[in-house]
């Protein structure tokens, strides 16, 4: 028992390895997600004009993440003096309507300590990897995999949606059984309320706890 635990550790460590390795920084990503919108294009193996078209959707939204998030003070220090070494591996898709507001916050975590590295990787070029770090047994992104440089081990895992979020679609879904489009647009309305307080919220106390 104790060799085939050791041996899902080690697949475990080399795929989250391998995803930082090749993994693509933040800005890298934005490219990519802007020259897919121009060519009405998206990541992932199917191009369906649905998914194209949240792909145009996402690399607005996320400029306008990129430019109105706001961090409260308190919050900054709290991140910059945190002396961990990390690597945010973040599992996403230009097509992912929770990417486009969570990615942003992400990135900002991420710059406001030397210490952290963003890198992020497509999930259908990664399922191995994805498949590791399942949500409630479902391909859920974004999912952000939170790795100690020193320690060489997962600390932590976030994802794909900030705590109340993830209530409000449990919450539907038990009620209706699926999402509908209606919903998904009043999550999205809820996404602009917010303003990235939730995400920052949650990943200001994932970071406290390791």
């Given amino acids: 028992m104790d ?3 050791e041996n899902q550790k080690g697949e475990v460590l080399d795929l989250v390895l391998s995803g930082i390795e090749k993994g693509m920084s933040y800005q890298t990503y934005r490219e990519l997600v802007r020259d897919l919108a121009k060519k009405r294009a998206t990541t992932g ?3 369906l004009e649905s998914l194209i078209n949240y792909t145009e959707l996402n690399d607005r939204r996320m400029a306008r993440w990129d430019k109105t998030l706001k961090i409260s003070e308190e919050t900054k220090q709290t991140i910059a003096n945190l002396d961990s070494n ?10 992912c309507g929770d990417a486009s507001p969570s990615l942003p916050v992400i990135n900002k975590v991420a710059e406001l300590n030397e210490n952290i590295d963003l890198k992020i990787v497509l999930r ?3 399922l191995p990897l994805m498949d590791k770090f ?3 047994g479902s391909r859920s992104i974004p999912k952000l995999i939170v790795w100690d440089k020193d320690k060489e081990e997962v600390v932590g895992d976030w994802g794909p ?3 109340i979020a993830a209530q409000m679609v449990e919450d539907y879904k038990k009620k209706h059984g699926k999402l509908t489009s209606e919903f998904k647009q009043d999550l999205q309305v809820w996404y602009n309320k917010d303003k990235g307080q939730n995400t920052l919220e949650n990943l200001t106390q994932l970071l406290t706890l390791i």
């Fill in 3 to 5: 060799t085939v635990v």
């Fill in 86 to 95: 990390l690597v945010f591996l973040v599992l996403s898709e230009s097509w």
């Fill in 134 to 136: 399942l949500t409630k």
């Fill in 45 to 47: 193996p199917e191009q």
């Fill in 161 to 163: 949606r900030p705590n």
């Fill in 124 to 126: 259908d070029e990664n």
